[in-house]
């Protein structure tokens, strides 16, 4: 059997920067344990594969597709990265005509469209509630040592934890800040929490506008140790930077080894716009 399969590293125009994802075009059924099998070999944090819903669908005229997400560990219920690296396959190399992309996933549907030289993903929007520091003590220790926490939410919807460090650091103590994602694992045994996002408010003002507020986000409870650059992680950190800053339309940057950009737009029906741009870097075919 051979499978297309591609490298896509989102949320950037430059190859070896950004989030990287592999994307498998399936034109038959797969076989269900092959899926985590592949997403093993790919050993990326996420593998996409985008599957036909029906017998006549093609890649390059149809407009709606199933879509599924592997890290090398398990199946996940949204990757936004994946998602941007899915779309760019069927836009730029499948040339697919339509000018709207569907994706069927386990976080409903999902569209993708071209705006100039961004994708434009639209996303759920996840609200974020107070979190007691007592019930996460030992997390947020193991993550941020001595630094000081200035908010702590968490979202049920999607397991995610954030952080947000003081206003007093600079871009720069986050980025240096040296974490250890896996003695996470023993800090959080309850199973509540599955994603840690760090977060930092950034310096939009002036003369020389930046990024509304950078981030970095861990996830080892699905064998992802620092992912680069997650745009499910954002559609939890734009709904709560949204409320702090009073903005529908920011910019974010994220603030891993590689590094990544995101343009987001909050919309009038609770869902959420995450833009950003694409590098192919890989294309050949899976044989086995």
């Given at each position: 059997m051979q499978i297309p399969v591609f490298t896509v590293d989102a949320f950037t125009n430059r190859p070896f920067f950004g989030n990287p994802a592999a994307v498998c075009l399936l034109k038959n059924d797969l076989d269900e344990d092959l899926h985590q099998k592949i997403a093993m070999e790919m050993n990326l944090s996420e593998t996409a594969?985008?599957?036909?819903?029906y017998p006549g669908d093609d890649f390059t005229k149809s407009s709606c597709f199933g879509l599924r997400w592997f890290t090398p560990a398990?199946?996940?219920?949204?990757?936004?990265?994946?998602?941007?690296?899915?779309?760019?396959?069927?836009?730029?190399?499948?040339?697919?005509?339509?000018?709207?992309?569907?994706?069927?996933?386990?976080?409903?549907?999902?569209?993708?469209?071209?705006v100039e030289d961004l994708i434009v993903l639209d996303l759920p929007l996840y609200s974020t509630y107070p979190q007691v520091l007592q019930e996460v003590e030992e997390l947020i220790k193991a993550a941020v040592g001595d630094m000081i926490v200035q908010d702590l939410r968490y979202s049920p919807d999607t397991k995610k934890l954030l952080v947000r460090l003081s206003d007093a650091y600079e871009r720069s103590a986050l980025e240096e800040l040296q974490v250890s994602p896996q003695h996470f694992l023993s800090a959080e045994k309850t199973g509540k929490v599955k994603g840690l996002i760090l977060t930092?408010?950034?310096?939009?003002?002036?003369?020389c506008k930046g990024h509304d507020f950078y981030s970095?986000?861990?996830a080892p409870?699905?064998?992802?140790?620092?992912d680069p650059v997650t745009g499910s992680a954002h559609a939890v950190l734009s709904s709560y930077w949204s409320e702090q800053l009073g903005k529908k339309e920011m910019l974010a940057f994220q603030c891993s080894r590689r590094g990544g950009e995101l343009k987001i737009s909050l919309r009038n029906d609770g869902r959420v716009d995450i833009a950003g741009r694409v590098a192919i870097v890989l294309k050949g075919n899976l044989t086995f």
């Open positions: 594969f985008i599957r036909k819903l398990n199946e996940v219920p949204l990757c936004g990265h994946a998602t941007l690296a899915a779309a760019a396959v069927l836009f730029y190399i499948q040339k697919d005509t339509n000018s709207v992309l569907k994706f069927v996933t386990l976080s409903g549907e999902l569209r993708a469209r071209q930092l408010k950034g310096n939009s003002s002036g003369k970095r986000y861990f409870w699905y064998g992802v140790l620092e």
